[in-house]
């Protein structure tokens, strides 16, 4: 609604390309940056049907290099013993080597997509966590995954959905821009350039949200993409103080510094690293341009952060337009925390995301408020919505 055909749509955190799938399918020009070369492999390879045939040929071809591959030299990372029995090491790295003997770029990074799901469920790390736990004893002794089997049975589940996929769009999509980028540098587009820029960024600092770095660790390492731990280069991951303080942030530091002044200070990192991304935001979107945020404010210590507030208090160059709630879909997410850090305290963390949307002043001082401007592109019929 707020993007024309041809347009540009940017996503600075763009994980694995939600939106810049959508925007392709919308026939917009897509650009997704993030820190995680493996949600940018899924981004990727989400942007690029294939028809089923070929995938179906491909898993045969690498069953047939299977067949003939010998011995395969696990890769050497740390700890690799703890989070892999043997047996499974040796047959994730046969399957790895069949995999890279594939012929044609985009098969090959289909079935790595498949291969770094198979990892995980194949490792001693418990299912349907975002960090690394391992398995405890008695279920770790039970876990003998057959990794050829599995790899069989996940990549025929994904051709299904890329059969609907390549039957909805087949090979029409234009191709989305990805890169691996840091949104707090400065970020290597024209100014200006951007028609609507659509994002989630992470709603808190890695350790005590969502740990996206653990999440993807082991797959990242099997397929050679390990570089570093992201959850230290995600936003918050370091100690560091806001050089600006809005209001609605300084008041709820406030809060939290008197229940416990070092919480108070990881919060402070996190909002000073997003402080950075949005600001780098500003010239890149062009005036009347819309920027969206989909976020969640979070609870900490009790203390509720208002991260769809301090967002807008933190861009001034852009009018607030409106802030959609919207209940928060089956995330693997904790909904639940202790802010108090007693044993059995609970309390609601994140059940609710605001949809933020705001729309860059034309000129700074404007006084047109951009809700006035929303309902002009209601009237050319863009937008339908509240
Ligand atoms: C809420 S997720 C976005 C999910 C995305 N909408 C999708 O469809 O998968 C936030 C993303 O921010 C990324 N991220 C964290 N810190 C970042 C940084 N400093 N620069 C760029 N991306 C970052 C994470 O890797 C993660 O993919």
Redesign the pocket.
């Known amino acids: 609604m707020l993007s024309e055909q041809g347009d540009t749509v940017f996503?600075?955190?763009?994980?694995?390309?939600?939106?810049t799938t959508e925007a392709v399918r919308l026939g917009r020009h897509a650009i997704g940056?993030?820190?995680?070369p493996l949600?940018l492999l899924i981004?990727e390879v989400k942007a690029t049907p294939i028809m089923p045939q070929r995938l179906w040929q491909a898993l045969a071809q690498i069953e047939s290099n299977l067949r003939r591959l010998g011995e395969v030299e696990p890769p050497k990372f740390a700890n690799i013993d703890y989070w892999f029995k043997p047996e499974v090491q040796k047959q994730l790295a046969r399957l790895k080597a069949a995999i890279d003997a594939l012929e044609g770029e985009a098969v090959k990074k289909f079935s790595l997509i498949v291969f770094s799901r198979v990892v995980r469920e194949a490792s001693n790390t418990r299912p349907n966590e975002f960090k690394l736990f391992r398995l405890p004893p008695e279920k770790l002794k039970r876990h003998n995954p057959d990794v050829f089997r599995l790899f069989h049975q996940r990549f025929a589940e994904c051709i299904g959905i890329m059969s609907d996929w390549w039957r909805e769009v087949g090979d029409s999509l234009l191709k989305p821009q990805l890169r691996l980028?840091?949104?707090?540098q400065p970020f290597p587009l024209p100014s200006e350039s951007v028609d609507l820029l659509l994002?989630?960024?992470?709603?808190g600092d890695a350790r005590t949200t969502?740990a996206?770095g653990q999440f993807s660790r082991l797959s990242l390492q099997w397929l050679g993409l390990w570089r570093e731990d992201?959850d230290r280069?995600?936003?918050g991951g370091h100690h560091r103080s806001m050089k600006v303080l809005v209001p609605t942030l300084k008041e709820a530091l406030e809060a939290i510094a008197k229940v416990c002044p070092k919480r108070a200070q990881e919060v402070e990192a996190f909002y000073a690293?997003l402080y950075d991304?949005l600001r780098n935001i500003v010239p890149i979107v062009k005036r009347d341009g819309f920027a969206v945020f989909?976020i969640a404010n979070r609870k900490v210590r009790g203390i509720k952060l208002p991260t769809d507030k301090i967002i807008v208090e933190m861009l001034p160059e852009f009018e607030f337009v409106v802030s959609l709630p919207r209940q928060i879909p089956n995330k693997r997410m904790p909904l639940r925390n202790s802010p108090s850090n007693i044993p059995g305290e609970t309390d609601t963390t994140m059940l609710e995301e605001h949809i933020v949307i705001l729309q860059k002043k034309t000129v700074l001082h404007t006084s047109a408020p951009a809700f006035h401007q929303l309902r002009l592109l209601e009237r050319k019929g863009r937008y339908q919505g509240q």
């Open positions: 996503d600075p955190f763009c994980g694995s390309g939600t939106v940056f993030d820190i995680n949600a981004a980028h840091d949104a707090r994002t989630s960024p992470p709603y969502v996206y992201l280069i995600s936003l690293d991304c989909v």
